[in-house]
């Protein structure tokens, strides 16, 4: 009866033991998701301020700011917690950013402007914390993903509503692409 008792005392153990495995995974993928849309903030912040210099000089290239603003506010209005809808919606804004600095290079008093410049450097400093924030949320979700799916924890994660997380990642290969600006 003692030794019963102490296999399950043991077990019961092994199941706290995953199932604060399973939590402190999803925790870690939810704050690198907050670390994600921290940046991805920042950079949408500072797009109206590059959109207005970039008037100022390229007046009849108005085409490209407007898509850079529709393309802001269209991934500002996905919904928290839809990981796909703003990967792709941030790749778009990305290509359409590429476009916009593109435009810079017809423009010799644009591309020496000192707003403009620490603007764009501003905004590489961004994009490069994006791109290590995506990397660690990316991990976080395959930490929780492997915890999920493997066994005996998918057992416990079934019982309690932990789920599998989706990368943030481009998936369109037109937004991997070079952007090409034709005058």
């Keep these: 009866m003692y030794i019963a008792l102490g296999i399950l005392a043991l077990v019961a153990v092994y199941l706290v ?7 402190k995974a999803r925790q870690m993928a939810e704050e690198a998701w907050s670390g994600i849309d ?7 912040d500072l797009i109206p301020n590059l959109i207005e210099t970039v008037k100022g000089y390229a007046a009849h290239e108005k085409g490209t700011s ?3 603003v529709r393309l802001r506010n269209q991934a500002q209005a996905v919904p928290a917690g839809d990981v796909a809808g703003r990967a792709q919606a ?9 476009k916009l600095f593109a435009l810079a290079e017809a423009y010799p008093d644009l591309k020496a402007n000192q707003n403009f410049s620490e603007l764009q450097a501003s905004l590489e400093t ?3 914390e994006i791109q290590m924030s995506r990397r660690y949320y990316n991990g976080a979700a395959r930490e929780l993903n492997v915890k999920v799916e493997t066994f005996p924890n998918n057992l416990v994660a079934g019982q309690f509503g ?3 997380r989706e990368y943030f990642e481009i998936t369109n290969e037109a937004d991997r692409a070079v952007p090409t600006v034709k005058f």
């Design 38 to 44: 921290v940046q991805l903030k920042r950079r949408a």
């Design 66 to 68: 407007e898509e850079v």
């Design 17 to 23: 033991i995953i199932y604060n495995g399973l939590v």
């Design 126 to 128: 961004i994009e490069s």
């Design 90 to 98: 941030e790749g778009m804004l990305s290509q359409a950013l590429g």
């Design 162 to 164: 932990f789920s599998k």
